[in-house]
């Protein structure tokens, strides 16, 4: 059974930078686009970050240039590196692993933008 295990997200102030990893456990995860999405409250959910088996990457207008989506398939994990992070930034970020028509999920993790 496929898993996604995000790490822990934190509190940053404007400006600083905070680095996202999740770790997936199972097989097909070379093949697999993965991907980073983001929930603030009373917003849906919305996608931030994908990346496919062949490195291809898509950004969210509101990140491009500030976020960088990146994948180590020796060790099945996937990392999103924010820079200059903003207030509007703070959401619950969720690992995402789509194969075949088939969607998973990590449990998700805080990330506040406040001073």
Request: hydrophobic share 35%; aromatic share 8%; charged share 15%.
């Amino acid at each position: 059974q496929v898993q996604l295990v995000e790490s822990r997200g934190g509190l940053v102030q404007p400006g600083g930078s905070l680095r996202l990893s999740c770790a997936a456990s199972g097989m097909f995860f070379s093949i697999s686009t993965m991907g980073w999405y983001r929930q603030a409250p009373g917003k849906q959910r919305e996608l931030v970050a994908a990346i496919t088996s062949i490195n291809n990457t898509n950004y969210a207008d509101s990140v491009k240039g500030r976020f960088t989506i990146s994948r180590d398939n020796a060790k099945n994990t996937v990392s999103l590196q924010m820079n200059s992070l903003k207030v509007e930034d703070t959401a619950v970020y969720y690992c995402n692993r789509a194969l075949a028509g088939r969607t998973i999920w990590g449990q998700g993790t805080q990330v506040t933008v406040s001073s």
